[in-house]
Nanobody, 122 residues
Framework: QVRLGESGGGLVQPGGSLTLSCTAS????????MGWYRQAPGKQRELVAS???????NYADSVKGRFFVSRDSASATVELQMNSLKPEDTAVYYC????????????????WGQGTQVTVSS
């Protein structure tokens, strides 16, 4: 079994900052790309940022220059530093990780966190 545990959501005023954290645990052989998605009410889930095990990061245009994704491969943790938050950033944020496990053979499956609410409002 693999679990992605998220933390760090909450209520923040416009212009404020929040940091989300997510740690993968379980019978993991290797963690490949980790990332963050978000889903606002009435909208589809969208990619916010992703970071591969090696290589450059990827950001949605709407968050470039404001959000920063990082990871600690040793602990299988990914963080999302969110700055200059706007009301339109309000959404449920989901952590994702592409993981090879001891029970999957050579297959790599995508796992999801439970989601954490981020609300930007005055």
């Amino acid at each position: 079994q693999v679990r992605l545990g998220e933390s760090g959501g909450g209520l923040v005023q416009p212009g404020g900052s929040l940091t989300l954290s997510c740690t993968a645990s379980g019978e993991i052989i290797r963690v490949y790309t980790m990332g963050w998605y978000r889903q606002a009410p009435g909208k589809q889930r969208e990619l916010v940022a992703s970071i591969p095990s090696g290589g450059s990061t990827n950001y949605a245009d709407s968050v470039k220059g404001r959000f920063f994704v990082s990871r600690d491969s040793a602990s299988a943790t990914v963080e999302l530093q969110m700055n200059s938050l706007k009301p339109e950033d309000t959404a449920v944020y989901y952590c994702s990780a592409d993981i090879e496990t001891y029970i999957s053979g050579s297959a790599v499956d995508r796992y999801w966190g439970q989601g954490t609410q981020v609300t930007v409002s005055s």
